[in-house]
Nanobody, 124 residues
């Protein structure tokens, strides 16, 4: 079992920044992938970013490249999503996810465990 707890969401103006955290516990993370997804009202959950726990390779959806940075703290078993230059279209509930190594890191089905989500609202 893996437990994931997100924090750091909130309300911010366009152009502002937020840092999301995902604290993970319950299993060693070597060989796994951690991902961030988001879901806006009326839309499907979409991939945002992912990081390989071993090696630290990162992946991003095109719309956040250059604005968002995913990182990890191995000692704290925590994954972060630094979000800069936020736009109203970034408004969504953001979810942290944990799954085995997969080349399909952008699919929700590639992840077995999910956090409860944290709301990010960007006002115009």
């Amino acid at each position: 079992q893996v437990q994931l707890v997100e924090s750091g969401g909130g309300l911010v103006q366009t152009g502002g920044s937020l840092r999301l955290s995902c604290a993970a516990s319950g299993r060693t993370f070597s060989g796994y992938t951690m991902g961030w997804f988001r879901q806006a009202p009326g839309k499907e959950r979409e991939f945002v970013a992912a990081i390989r726990w071993s090696g630290g390779r990162t992946y991003y959806i095109d719309s956040v490249k250059g604005r968002f940075t995913i990182s990890r703290d191995n000692a704290q078993n925590t994954v972060y999503l630094q979000m800069n230059s936020l736009k109203p279209e970034d408004t969504a509930v953001y979810y942290c996810a944990h799954g085995p190594y997969s080349n399909s890191y952008y699919y929700t089905n590639s992840y077995n465990y999910w956090g409860q989500g944290t709301q990010v609202t960007v006002s115009s």
